[in-house]
């Protein structure tokens, strides 16, 4: 993760071990690889760039969140209107999308049948703060 940082010294160590087969190299970054990566290591490597989500897989990796047994079981409810507000204020990014419901699940108030619900003021309150929980800076 974050291989840009590597500087060209760093880079230029790992040459040979990828060479000769010591290291698979697998590196994620946010900047542009032909800019960030010396041409040495850039020839050595395959890229592929990832897209941004479309609003629909959003909202099945959400709806997957609120249904499994790993994610809330169903002890969580969202409206449509929420989950179309939580896909659309994610950007395509899934790992955005899940924090937004896991901090709106944080401050869900509990509705008759005892089940928490995120309402649309719930969704307000989260989206006006930072989602930067566990980074630092």
Known sequence: DEVHRFNKSQQDAFLPHIEDGTFIFVGATTENPSFELNSALLSRTRVYVLKNLEAADIRRLLDSALESEQGFAGQLRVD??????????????????????????????????????????????????????????
């Open 80 to 137: 449509e209107g929420g989950l179309a507000t939580m896909a659309e204020a994610s950007g395509g990014d899934a790992r955005r999308a899940l924090n937004i419901l896991e901090v709106a699940a944080d401050l869900a108030e509990p509705d008759d049948d005892g089940v928490n619900r995120v309402t649309a003021q719930t969704l307000e309150q989260v989206l006006q703060t930072s989602l930067r929980r566990f980074d630092k800076g």
